[in-house]
């Protein structure tokens, strides 16, 4: 039972809320770093996710779905970055980019 102000009451059977803010820390572990390939695969992993995907250097900010921005950060083998995602769905796209970075990348091509 849900209560809003006035009195009005709603019968809510159950809601499930995801964080629509998600950080995460990455290491890049191949060993060319993060060239063209690996950053287009992150970027056409986020292309059609409504929110927004962030990876930090600590030095600057990339928008994952830009190839190029991601290339700019310079990620070389054990660079830290920090993956952030914000939208509905946030949870679920950072798990699938942890996921690249965890695989170094290696896709079925």
Same mark, same amino acid.
């Given at each position: 039972?849900? &209560?809003?102000?006035? =009195? *009005?009451?709603?019968?809510? @059977? !159950?809601?499930?809320?995801?964080? &629509?803010? *998600?950080?995460? %820390? ?13 950053? /287009? ?6 292309? %059609?996710? $409504? +929110? /927004?995907?962030?990876? @930090?250097? +600590?030095?600057? $900010?990339?928008?994952?779905? !830009?190839?190029? %921005? *991601?290339?700019?950060? +310079?990620?070389?083998?054990? &660079? #830290?970055?920090?993956?952030? *995602? #914000? =939208? $509905? +769905?946030? #949870?679920?796209?950072? %798990? ?6 965890? @695989? #170094?990348?290696?896709? @079925?091509?």
């Amino acid at each position: 039972m849900l &209560t809003i102000a006035g =009195g *009005v009451r709603f019968e809510v @059977d !159950s809601v499930e809320l995801r964080p &629509t803010n *998600v950080r995460r %820390d990455l290491i890049v572990k191949n060993a060319n770093g993060l060239h063209l390939l690996p950053c /287009s695969l992150i970027a056409r992993t986020v292309k %059609d996710f $409504q +929110g /927004s995907v962030k990876l @930090d250097n +600590g030095k600057q $900010q990339a928008n994952a779905k !830009s190839p190029m %921005d *991601v290339i700019l950060l +310079g990620a070389t083998m054990g &660079t #830290e970055l920090v993956l952030l *995602v #914000e =939208g $509905q +769905g946030a #949870e679920e796209m950072a %798990d699938r980019i942890e996921r690249l970075f965890a @695989d #170094e990348f290696q896709t @079925d091509r």
